[in-house]
């Protein structure tokens, strides 16, 4: 199977910090991680849930300091993901999780930035970025976090909400999604991957959310399912994640066909690919084979990414005749 045209919607950058980069930047910023080396790091991913994963997912973020590092991070990801088949990437970041260590909003976003303005040239890939809160931080910390970003609002297209879902709802979150849409930008959030229905039901009528990242645990609400079907909302779904943090068993479990059975605009995605095992054409290849998907299936995949993505209606046609071509 040939890596598809796709559009990525649903990546953490800080989920593409591999091993042997956090070793150089390590290096380079003089920090020791608690690791002899990376096949020891790398026998630390082995997570039982989305906790255990996101303990590790923020400690090995401390060799994350200067607007180089943010860059060669950003840099990595793009020439990995074009080898992948990624044709357009709308990339989430944490700025709480760098803000709190003590490094400025500012230096995250222009060092990203460096990367994402070269990308066109150097990779073939088009992005956007998307600011994450942390919702297990407080709604006050959110609002404080989108208030330093304004001077950068020129950078970024949208806002997201990640971390620890269970008992942090999204309808906590309401004021800074209204200053963000205000503010024109796009809106996401992290909702029914651990946490349940209900927190879908708030993303999309307290947030007002155009798309819904995971939403797995909607299946279980019917009501749910049919709302999301008659507004078309996407849903970024993330099928290796999945099953290395145990949302889901076994990859022959998912979901996703049933999903894309019920008329649900799923698209396939790769969350935190250094640590969940592969990148995008992974995930794609992988629920192939699990699910027995048809070529037309791994098509609608692949338009789906991009009828959900931020960008124009020429520039999603445009992409839609790639894959058409492919
Ligand atoms: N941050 C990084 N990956 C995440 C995920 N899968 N869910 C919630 N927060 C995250
Ligand atoms: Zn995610």
């Given at each position: 199977m040939r890596p598809i045209p796709t559009a990525e919607l649903h990546l953490h950058i800080e989920g593409t910090l591999e091993p042997e980069l956090a070793f150089a930047l390590a290096e380079r910023n003089g920090i020791r991680l608690p690791y002899a080396d990376q096949d020891e790091l790398r026998a630390?991913?082995?997570?039982?849930?989305l906790q255990s994963f996101l303990d590790l997912y923020y400690a090995l973020m401390a060799v994350l300091r200067t607007e180089d590092d943010f860059a060669d991070l950003a840099d990595a990801y793009l020439a990995r993901a074009r080898e992948q088949g990624v044709r357009h990437a709308e990339i989430f970041f944490d700025p709480q999780a760098h803000t709190s260590r003590g490094v400025p909003i500012g230096t995250v976003i222009n060092g990203l930035a460096r990367a994402l303005d070269a990308?066109?040239?150097?990779?073939g890939i088009t992005t956007r970025l998307i600011m994450c809160f942390l919702?297990?931080?407080s709604p006050e910390s959110a609002v404080a976090t989108f208030e330093s970003a304004r001077p950068h609002l020129?950078?970024?297209t949208a806002v997201g909400l990640d971390s620890a879902e269970v008992g942090n709802?999204?309808?906590?979150?309401r004021e800074v999604y209204a200053l963000a849409r205000e503010a024109g930008l796009k809106c996401v959030a992290h909702a029914g991957e651990e946490g349940p229905p209900s927190y879908v039901w708030e993303a999309l009528d307290?947030?007002?959310?155009?798309r819904v990242d995971h939403?797995?645990?909607?299946?279980?609400?019917a009501a749910l399912v049919a709302r999301l079907v008659a507004d078309q909302v996407p849903l970024t779904v993330c099928p290796l994640s999945n099953v290395r943090l145990r949302v889901i068993d076994r990859l022959e479990d998912h979901p996703l066909r049933l999903m894309l059975d019920a008329g649900l605009l799923v698209t396939v995605n790769s969350d935190d690919p250094a640590y969940f095992g592969g990148y995008l054409h992974d995930n794609m290849v992988a629920v192939t084979d699990a699910l027995g998907l048809d070529e037309e299936t791994v098509r609608t995949l692949a338009r789906n990414s991009f009828r959900a993505s931020f960008l124009d209606e020429p520039a999603k046609a445009a992409y839609l005749r790639e894959i058409d071509a492919h």
């Open positions: 630390a991913y082995s997570f039982s849930d990308a066109p040239e150097k990779h919702r297990d931080e020129d950078r970024i709802p999204p309808s906590a979150f307290v947030l007002g959310v155009d939403g797995v645990r909607s299946l279980e609400d």
